[in-house]
């Protein structure tokens, strides 16, 4: 969704969609749900402060994976790349 607000001020909407098919079609990428387990493990986060980094992070933690960041509150948080 971050991709998404990016294009949008690129002002390229128009990517968003062509651009989720080649990642849905790579197996080196997995779209996952915001869901109750995620939903869940958010709100014991205190960090990161912004809902959607904290939204992020609770998701890697989950899933076990690596978020590509230089984020200092989301490296703090899960593991990261970068």
Same mark, same amino acid.
């Given at each position: 969704?971050?991709?998404?607000?990016? +294009?949008?001020? +690129?002002?390229?909407?128009?990517?968003?969609?062509?651009?989720?098919?080649?990642?849905?079609?790579? @197996?080196?990428?997995?779209?996952?749900?915001?869901?109750? @387990?995620?939903?869940?493990?958010?709100?014991?986060?205190?960090? @990161?402060?912004?809902?959607?980094?904290?939204?992020?992070?609770?998701?890697?933690? +989950?899933?076990?994976?690596?978020?590509?960041?230089?984020?200092?509150?989301?490296?703090?948080?899960?593991?990261?790349?970068?």
């Amino acid at each position: 969704m971050e991709g998404y607000q990016v +294009l949008q001020k +690129l002002r390229r909407p128009d990517l968003f969609l062509p651009l989720v098919e080649r990642i849905e079609q790579d @197996p080196s990428y997995r779209i996952v749900a915001l869901d109750g @387990p995620v939903i869940r493990k958010f709100a014991t986060l205190t960090k @990161p402060a912004e809902m959607h980094d904290r939204i992020i992070a609770a998701t890697a933690i +989950l899933h076990d994976a690596a978020v590509v960041t230089r984020d200092r509150q989301i490296r703090e948080t899960c593991k990261t790349i970068w």
